[in-house]
């Protein structure tokens, strides 16, 4: 069988089919719970950084959110999995697709966190400070006028963020977990396709449709986001 | 109105203000002019505590403002302050940008807030720019629609902060005309500027600032006439 043959036999035989599409599904569920869990963490995580140190409250807090960053960020992605499968919820009967989101939305929620963080330090002081003058609370200053400036800035280095983090879900099959990349492993056996080329081209084609899908979504969005800034 | 006692600002071991002691009845148009860095937007920022006094308090109305216990919003809103470089919210229409405040801070319902939004957009020609957001206009413009922003809250006094630095020439003479109106109908004002011709034409009182101090004041005509201290009379031989 040429290649060819094997590649179009993915797509046609039930069940080779099924398992990539099994381990699409796994792929997706973990990104997009990863996703949802990053950005809400990010978010709070960022709040907190730049909040007033002044208030004595907030110190413990802020130490916290910043031991975090500093941890994830320095440890490579694998062994924080590694960590959450074997230690932490090495539970049996424990799901597995809750620790890897888990796993994947606490390692995204660092990254996003400093891009939001960056994103609301870049916005000009001026306009907290025209908040401010007329009257407006700090909170109201934020919600109203600093964060959908922000966000605008941040859309495009988040997009970026989910797309580094679909990819790098890959390495689940590290703690057995059947995703887009294990299924094309599994039917390059033996007893499959015996063939590591064709289903590695298939697996490599669903990732880059759903990085191109999510690339054009990011686009359309900051183009609204943009209504603003025409002249 | 304002009775700024011993006010003293540093930034870090650098004295910015050094005690000053100043009262702005109502309205009075207070002129401040002086050279760069002689601490005029700091001294203007203390008013509405943008800045906090080092040392000092501020009594606004009776109210110390520099006590932390006050509630320096509903403070703010009883000031405007207009800004060098305009700071409308770019993220938003200029209706918006003008209802934004009285109707967060529960001033006004949005009704009440949109009809004075069109009020003032109507006294200043730029009706037509309701629905435009601030990258489509001038710095004119922009600099009107900062002003009657300020308006909106229905303040007892404004604060201008070299609101015609950063304009090309020919859009001064607007932005100067809406405050010489808005002088006109008896507005209490504070304004940082080097317009001479408005400090003559419209101030009931300039301050000279230099090195954080308040040098020399008077009523303009007999301050440009007749200044006194070498200080000043350097500096207008600069800026006349
Ligand atoms: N936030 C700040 N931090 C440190 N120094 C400042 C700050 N704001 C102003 N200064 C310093 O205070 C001095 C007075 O500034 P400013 O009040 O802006 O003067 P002016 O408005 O008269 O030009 C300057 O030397 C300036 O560098
Ligand atoms: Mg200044």
Redesign the interface.
């Known amino acids: 069988m040429s290649f060819l043959e094997k590649f179009t036999l993915i797509f046609t035989n039930a069940k080779y089919l099924e398992s990539m599409l099994t381990g699409l599904k796994m792929t997706l569920v973990i990104s997009v719970g990863a996703a949802a869990l990053g950005l809400v963490l990010g978010t709070i995580v960022a709040l907190v950084g730049i909040a007033q140190s002044k208030n004595p409250l907030m110190k413990l807090p802020k130490l916290i959110c910043a031991v975090y960053v500093t941890v994830i960020r320095g440890t490579p992605m694998a062994l924080q999995l590694f960590i959450m499968a074997f230690v932490v919820f090495a539970i049996r009967g424990f799901p597995l697709e809750v620790t890897a989101i888990i796993a994947f939305g606490i390692n995204s929620g660092a990254y996003v966190s400093e891009n939001i963080r960056g994103g609301i330090l870049s916005v ?1 002081i ?2 907290t ?9 700090a909170g ?1 200053t934020m919600r ?2 600093v964060i ?2 922000a966000v ?1 800035n941040v859309i495009p280095s988040i997009g970026n963020e989910l797309i580094a983090l679909i990819k790098e879900t890959s390495i689940v099959s590290m703690i057995g977990m059947y995703d887009l990349t294990a299924a094309s492993k599994n039917l390059a056996s033996g007893q499959n396709l015996a063939n590591y080329l064709a289903p590695m081209t298939a697996a490599a084609l669903f990732y880059l449709a759903i990085v191109y899908l999510l690339t054009f979504a990011v686009k359309k969005i900051e183009g609204r986001l943009r ?5 | 109105m304002i009775d700024v006692k011993h006010l003293s600002k540093s930034f870090g071991d650098h004295l910015v203000l050094d005690d000053i002691s100043e009262h702005i009845s109502p309205g009075e148009k207070v002129v401040v002019i002086g050279p760069s860095g002689s601490g005029k937007s700091t001294f203007l920022r203390c008013l509405n505590l943008l800045e906090t006094p080092t040392s000092g308090s501020i009594i606004f109305n009776g109210q110390e403002i520099t006590d932390p216990k006050i509630d320096i919003n509903a403070i703010r809103r009883q000031m405007g302050m207009v800004f060098q470089h305009f700071n409308l919210f770019p993220n938003m229409t200029i209706r918006k940008n003008i209802t934004l405040a009285p109707v967060q801070t529960k001033l006004m319902s949005q009704e009440e807030a949109d009809d004075t939004a069109t009020a003032l957009l109507r006294r200043v020609n730029l009706e037509e720019k309701a629905d435009a957001y601030p990258a489509q206009l001038s710095g004119g413009q922009k600099q009107r629609i900062a002003i009657v922003r300020s308006l909106a809250m229905k303040p007892q006094l404004m604060l201008f902060d070299e609101p015609t630095s950063a304009l090309d020439p020919e859009m001064v003479g607007e932005v100067l005309a809406v405050m010489k109106e808005l002088a006109e109908e008896g507005m209490t004002m504070v304004v940082v500027t080097h317009e001479m011709g408005f400090a003559r034409e419209v101030g009931t009182r300039v301050l000279f600032m230099d090195g954080g101090k308040i040098l020399e004041q008077n009523e303009p005509h007999t301050f440009f006439a007749n200044p006194k201290q070498p200080r000043t009379i350097d500096f207008l031989s600069k800026v006349l």
């Open positions: 000009d001026g306009q400070e025209a908040g401010r003058s007329l009257g407006l609370t109201a109203y006028i959908p400036q605008k209504q603003s800034d025409r002249r």
